[in-house]
Nanobody
């Protein structure tokens, strides 16, 4: 059974930083590209970043480019998302997700490309 457990969310002041983590189990983590997807209250899911299975290529949505860094540690079966210069629009539930297909790497990603999801971790940005 695929399990993805996100952590690291919380309350941060505008301009602050957070590092989100996602611990994976139940599948061959190193075989899948991984994504982070977020959802603000009342809004659609927004794909924000993906990293290939080896961790040497990444994509970012324009909304987070320059303020987010995705990384992974295949030895620890863990995905990360470093978020910097957080503003109120970044206040969302953040989910990690697997690609639907193993060993695939696309030029672009959107929420329809992901397979399994975690339960999410909440990020709140407020002074």
């Amino acid at each position: 059974e695929v399990q993805l457990v996100e952590s690291g969310g919380g309350l941060v002041q505008p301009g602050g930083s957070l590092r989100l983590s996602c611990e994976a189990s139940g599948f061959t983590f190193s075989a899948y590209a991984m994504s982070w997807v977020r959802q603000a209250p009342g809004k659609e899911f927004e794909w924000i970043s993906a990293i290939n299975s080896r961790g040497n290529f990444a994509h970012y949505a324009e909304s987070v480019r320059g303020r987010a860094t995705i990384s992974r540690d295949n030895a620890k079966n863990t995905l990360y998302l470093q978020l910097n210069s957080l503003q109120t629009e970044a206040a969302c539930m953040y989910y990690c997700a697997t690609d639907r297909i193993a060993y695939r790497w696309k030029d672009t990603y959107d929420p329809s490309d992901v397979g399994s999801w975690g339960q999410g971790t909440q990020v709140t940005v407020s002074s």
